[in-house]
C-alpha cells in the first residue's frame, strides 16, 4: 500500500506488473463506488481488468491527501504551494475556505507568509485574503485574475508579489503605499497602467510612480516631471484609482 500512496502522490501510473493485492485492489475500487462484483477471479485478469481504472482512481487519491496535508503543515510552517503544478490536477477555481484561517491565531501555528497559486484558475481573490497579515511572498501567476481586491492595502508586510500572466490590465495605485515591497512581476500582461515606460523601471521605480499618483487624490497636487511619460496614466483621464 505504501508504494500506492507513493506512487498517487507523484501522480503517475505505474506499469500494469506493480505489486498490489486483489484484496488492496478491491478495497480500493469499493471505497470509490465502483462495483467489483463482475471482477474475474484470477489476480492476473484482476489487474488486467481494473489497473487504468484502479490507478486513476488512487492518483486522485494521493492528489486529495496531498493537498489536505499541504494546509495542514502551512499552520506550523508558514508556508503553502497550491500551484497547479504541485497539486497535479487540472487547477484550483476558487481558495479553500481553510487558507484563509491560516493567521497564527491558535495555538503552535505561525501566520501564513509564503503563498504559491501559479496557474490555477482563480478569477478573483475574496476580500477575505486582507486577514492574512503575515504575507509576505504572494505568487499568482498563469491565473486569469483582472484585478486585485482594495483589502490587500492591509498587507503591511508585503514583500513579494508575482502578478505576471493574469488577465490584469491595471496595477492597483495603493501599492505603492506599501512600504515593504522589494520585488514586483509584471511580466506577459496587457497593462493599460502604468505607462510601458513606467514599467520598464525596477520594482523601487514602479511603486514611487504608482504613490505619486496614489498621494494625488489627497494632495490634489502631482509632479511626474521627473518621469519620461508618452501618455498620461489612465488614473489622470478617469479620475479613478
Given at each position: 500500500m505504501a508504494a500506492l500512496a507513493a506512487d498517487a502522490d507523484a501522480g503517475e501510473a505505474p506499469p500494469p506488473?506493480?505489486?498490489?493485492?486483489?484484496?488492496?485492489?478491491?478495497?480500493?475500487?469499493?471505497?470509490?463506488?465502483?462495483?467489483t462484483d463482475l471482477a474475474p477471479d484470477s489476480l492476473r485478469a484482476i489487474r488486467d481488468f481494473y489497473t487504468s481504472?484502479?490507478?486513476s482512481l488512487a492518483a486522485r487519491e494521493g492528489r486529495i491527501l496531498g493537498y489536505l496535508?499541504?494546509?495542514?503543515?502551512?499552520?506550523?510552517?508558514?508556508?503553502?504551494?497550491?500551484?497547479?503544478?504541485?497539486?497535479?490536477?487540472?487547477?484550483?477555481?476558487?481558495?479553500?475556505?481553510?487558507?484563509?484561517?491560516l493567521t497564527g491565531a491558535k495555538d503552535k501555528t505561525v501566520p501564513l507568509h509564503s503563498l504559491k497559486l501559479t496557474d490555477n484558475r482563480l478569477q478573483e481573490l475574496p476580500q477575505a485574503f486582507s486577514e492574512l497579515t503575515g504575507l509576505k511572498s504572494i505568487d499568482i501567476k498563469g491565473n486569469p485574475i483582472s484585478q486585485l481586491p482594495h483589502s490587500m492595502h492591509k498587507l503591511t508586510n508585503l514583500q513579494d508579489l508575482d502578478l505576471s500572466s493574469t488577465h490584469m490590465t491595471r496595477i492597483p495605485l495603493?501599492?505603492?503605499?506599501?512600504?515593504?515591497?522589494?520585488?514586483?512581476?509584471?511580466?506577459?500582461?496587457k497593462w493599460e497602467s502604468p505607462p510601458e515606460s513606467i514599467l520598464r523601471g525596477d520594482?523601487?521605480?514602479?511603486?514611487?510612480?504608482?504613490?505619486?499618483?496614489?498621494?494625488?487624490?489627497?494632495?490634489?497636487?502631482?509632479?511626474l516631471s521627473n518621469y519620461e511619460l508618452s501618455v498620461l496614466p489612465v488614473e489622470l483621464l478617469?479620475?479613478?484609482?
Amino acid at each position: 500500500m505504501a508504494a500506492l500512496a507513493a506512487d498517487a502522490d507523484a501522480g503517475e501510473a505505474p506499469p500494469p506488473s506493480a505489486p498490489c493485492s486483489a484484496e488492496v485492489m478491491v478495497e480500493l475500487l469499493e471505497r470509490h463506488g465502483v462495483p467489483t462484483d463482475l471482477a474475474p477471479d484470477s489476480l492476473r485478469a484482476i489487474r488486467d481488468f481494473y489497473t487504468s481504472t484502479l490507478w486513476s482512481l488512487a492518483a486522485r487519491e494521493g492528489r486529495i491527501l496531498g493537498y489536505l496535508r499541504r494546509l495542514f503543515e502551512a499552520q506550523f510552517t508558514g508556508q503553502l504551494d497550491l500551484s497547479r503544478e504541485s497539486l497535479g490536477h487540472q487547477g484550483l477555481l476558487t481558495l479553500p475556505a481553510q487558507l484563509l484561517q491560516l493567521t497564527g491565531a491558535k495555538d503552535k501555528t505561525v501566520p501564513l507568509h509564503s503563498l504559491k497559486l501559479t496557474d490555477n484558475r482563480l478569477q478573483e481573490l475574496p476580500q477575505a485574503f486582507s486577514e492574512l497579515t503575515g504575507l509576505k511572498s504572494i505568487d499568482i501567476k498563469g491565473n486569469p485574475i483582472s484585478q486585485l481586491p482594495h483589502s490587500m492595502h492591509k498587507l503591511t508586510n508585503l514583500q513579494d508579489l508575482d502578478l505576471s500572466s493574469t488577465h490584469m490590465t491595471r496595477i492597483p495605485l495603493w501599492l505603492g503605499t506599501i512600504t515593504t515591497m522589494t520585488d514586483l512581476k509584471t511580466q506577459d500582461n496587457k497593462w493599460e497602467s502604468p505607462p510601458e515606460s513606467i514599467l520598464r523601471g525596477d520594482t523601487a521605480h514602479i511603486l514611487e510612480f504608482l504613490k505619486r499618483v496614489f498621494d494625488a487624490y489627497t494632495t490634489h497636487a502631482l509632479d511626474l516631471s521627473n518621469y519620461e511619460l508618452s501618455v498620461l496614466p489612465v488614473e489622470l483621464l478617469t479620475g479613478t484609482g
